[in-house]
């Protein structure tokens, strides 16, 4: 089972709005997840690097890209392991492929171990048209 699994990307005109959404898996092959600790979203354009653009800690302290502040917001709810990225007014030039990333500690019962993932969603196209 993937550990993270996004969802809520599309095509939206500009100024319009999007929510994306990342679901970490309850348990993986590296067993239940124990904590998660920082989790952020990435993205990344046709030839382009892949850039960070905004993260949130277990404390729920945000920071975001120049180029996204004021218009995105990104949010977590750990009841549900799960972590948002509101986008607003969103503009041509934020088109990419949008990522969710977390630092997962998982718990295996069967070896008493602890295995320490940084994680990554599979990706989630947004296209904003002009």
């Known amino acids: 089972q993937e550990p993270l699994v996004e969802s809520g990307g599309g095509v939206v005109h500009t100024g319009g709005s999007l929510r994306l959404s990342c679901v970490a898996s309850?348990?993986?092959?590296?067993?239940?997840?124990?904590?998660?600790?920082?989790m952020a979203w990435y993205r990344q354009s046709p030839g382009k690097q892949r850039d960070l653009v905004a993260t949130?800690?277990?404390?729920?302290?945000?920071n975001y890209a120049d180029s996204v502040k004021g218009r995105f917001f990104i949010s977590r709810d750990d009841a549900k392991n799960t972590v948002y990225l509101q986008m607003n007014n969103l503009k041509p030039e934020d088109t990419a492929v949008y990522y969710c990333?977390?630092?997962?500690?998982?718990?295996?019962?069967?070896?008493?171990?602890?295995?320490?993932?940084?994680?990554w969603g599979q990706g989630n196209l947004v296209t904003v048209s002009s």
């Open positions: 990333n977390a630092d997962i500690l998982y718990y295996n019962d069967h070896n008493d171990a602890f295995t320490d993932l940084k994680a």
């Open positions: 949130v800690t277990s404390g729920a302290t945000t």
């Open positions: 309850g348990r993986t092959s590296s067993g239940r997840i124990s904590r998660i600790d920082n």
